[in-house]
């Protein structure tokens, strides 16, 4: 009882101290990210969308089930990014779910789900020598009211190892929900203009991006053809727009029509120009000679660009980091498909030095150009370029599918990292200052407004391949069925150029997750065996040596 009535004060303020406490961090809550790379402090951008939500958002994972340890990391990183969201908005709830679980008919789920376009992924998996197979979905869906959003949770990459992928797919992670709470909630969109009337890829070749492009942005086609008529009118149409996309015209510009683009450019509207400065396509090799002339194609922008900072030269990217093509060998029922290199195609590996570009899939180009960049009051930065095994081949040239069967010399290639994309930003100069002007507009400018154009020296790569009449995924190569990273590369930077949140700038985010050395693991073995077991027992007959000397000391004196 006098320890009780000793201590009673120092216990009873210890119980009031520890009530204010509970009380004080019920009201004013926080969290503290320790990790080294930030991974769980949310962007402020991310964080402007989130507080949008004034409905429940709610997602379903579907990477649920017994995963193998790549997965499980995965999924244990994306509910605690979750976790975080909820933390900044109660509105968004989430559940884990295994779409196959307790299915009869499996088959028939995995095919629903496909055609809403959550693609399992076939994992195999190994337990002793028993081998088996499994179906995944890396998948989350965000719904809110009737409306719903797909979010990819696996992000591979060419080559990329299971602690690449993994670490790619985390960093992705936060930039795939917060853009998928921008799809949802998205009020007024921007709008895009896709010009016509200068031989530009058909509809046809355009329709996976421009269906894609619709989730954030109103698309419609505009063509310049009454621009001598009407000059004012057209530049007044073109205005009404945010950003011009010119998807590999074939067709000479006009004077009038350089100079509406021109001043379209000085008022701030943002471009993407895709263009072929030479004339040569795959399909026109397929004939008995299985050759062509690849030939400079005149598209009359070479001042206009020049003027901006860049210059698109007509020669041919060959490189050997290529893309393949398919040939047929034999005939009826005889035929093989053979996946053969194609030099005239390169495949491009990301700089991951900006927003758009990072951690993308390799993309696929086609007798690409390459652009020389020019002393201007722009600032250029550089997003793909050729391999460092690459060289320039000039033009006209004749094209043959005999190359195929021949070994390249590679003391040739010593011409690389050819500049095939270049993003142009802030104050532009007209190209027709100082110059007779080829029409009248209203408030023409010298100078631009802070502005964005990107160029691309490729038309086929916002090219997407049909079949039977159907159109394809952007990037996906029905003869070989590889995927190319075309459309998000594009995608980026049609967000990166309109998006005034900062939100695609997430995508720099770095995140390094820890995973165990496999080799180490193996060489080391036994040592962790030993030393988790044996330690254990050593210490606990050490402590009790040591407690029953102490004892034995203390009651014999």
């Known amino acids: 009882m006098s320890f009780y009535k000793k201590h009673n004060k120092t216990i009873f303020l210890t119980v009031i101290i520890l009530v204010i406490v509970h009380l004080i961090s019920g009201r004013f809550y926080s969290r503290f990210d320790l990790t080294q790379d930030h991974r769980y402090t949310i962007s402020e951008a991310s964080k402007k969308i989130i507080n949008t939500l004034n409905e429940p958002v709610i997602i379903d994972i579907l990477l649920a089930g017994d995963l193998q340890p790549e997965f499980k990391k995965l999924q244990t990183e994306t509910r605690q990014l979750l976790e975080e969201f909820a933390a900044i908005n ?189 004339a040569a396509e795959l399909d026109s090799l397929f004939n008995d000679q299985g050759k062509t002339i690849a030939f400079p194609r005149d598209l009359n922008l070479n001042d206009l660009f020049f003027n901006y900072g860049v210059r698109i030269n007509p020669v041919l990217v060959n490189d050997l980091y290529f893309t393949q093509i398919v040939l047929a060998t034999g005939a009826g029922n005889d035929s093989q498909y053979n996946p053969l290199p194609w030099f005239y195609s390169p495949m491009v590996f990301s700089k991951n030095n900006h927003p758009i570009n990072n951690n993308i899939e390799a993309l696929r180009f086609q007798f690409a150009n390459n652009i020389d960049t020019l002393k201007s009051s722009t600032k250029k930065t550089i997003l793909l370029s050729s391999s460092p095994l690459s060289k320039t081949d000039g033009t006209p040239r004749e094209i043959s599918l005999d190359i195929i069967g021949k070994q390249p010399d590679k003391n040739t290639y010593n011409d690389g990292d050819q500049t095939l994309a270049v993003l142009l930003e802030g104050t532009f100069s007209s190209a027709y200052q100082n110059r007779v002007k080829p029409l009248k507009i209203t408030d023409a400018k010298d100078q631009s407004t802070d502005t964005k154009m990107l160029v691309v020296a490729d038309g086929d790569l916002i090219k997407n391949q049909t079949s039977n009449g159907r159109p394809l995924e952007l990037g996906y190569d029905k003869w070989t069925n590889n995927f190319y990273g075309n459309k998000e590369f594009l995608l980026n930077s049609v967000n990166y150029m309109l998006d005034d949140s900062g939100l695609i700038n997430i995508r720099s985010k770095k995140v390094a997750l820890a995973f165990l050395d496999t080799e180490k693991v193996v060489e080391q073995k036994k040592l962790w065996q030993v030393v988790n077991i044996g330690a254990p027992i050593v210490l606990l007959l050490l402590f009790g040596w040591i407690f029953n000397l102490v004892r034995r000391k203390k009651y014999t004196t």
């Open 90 to 278: 109660p509105n968004i709830k989430f559940s884990f779910v295994d779409p196959l679980e307790g299915e009869s008919n499996q088959n028939e789920t995995i095919s629903n789900l496909q055609q809403l376009g959550l693609t399992p992924l076939n994992v195999t998996v190994s337990e002793g020598s028993k081998v088996s197979q499994e179906f995944i979905f890396p998948w989350a869906v965000a719904n809110l009211g009737n409306k719903s959003v797909k979010v990819s949770l696996l992000k591979s990459k060419l080559g990329a190892s299971s602690e690449e992928r993994v670490n790619n797919s985390v960093q992705h992670l936060e930039y795939g929900f917060s853009d998928a709470f921008k799809k949802l909630t998205i009020q007024e969109k921007k709008k895009i203009a896709v010009l016509k009337g200068n031989g530009e890829l058909d509809d046809i070749y355009l329709a996976d991006f421009l269906t894609t492009l619709r989730d954030y942005y109103r698309i419609a086609p505009i063509t310049l053809d009454s621009i001598v008529d009407s000059p004012q009118k057209t530049f007044n149409q073109l205005q009404q727009f945010d950003l011009t996309l010119i998807a590999k015209p074939t067709k000479k510009f006009s004077e009038e029509e350089k100079y509406v683009l021109d001043q379209y450019m000085m008022h701030g509207g943002k471009s993407i120009w895709l263009i072929d400065q030479t």
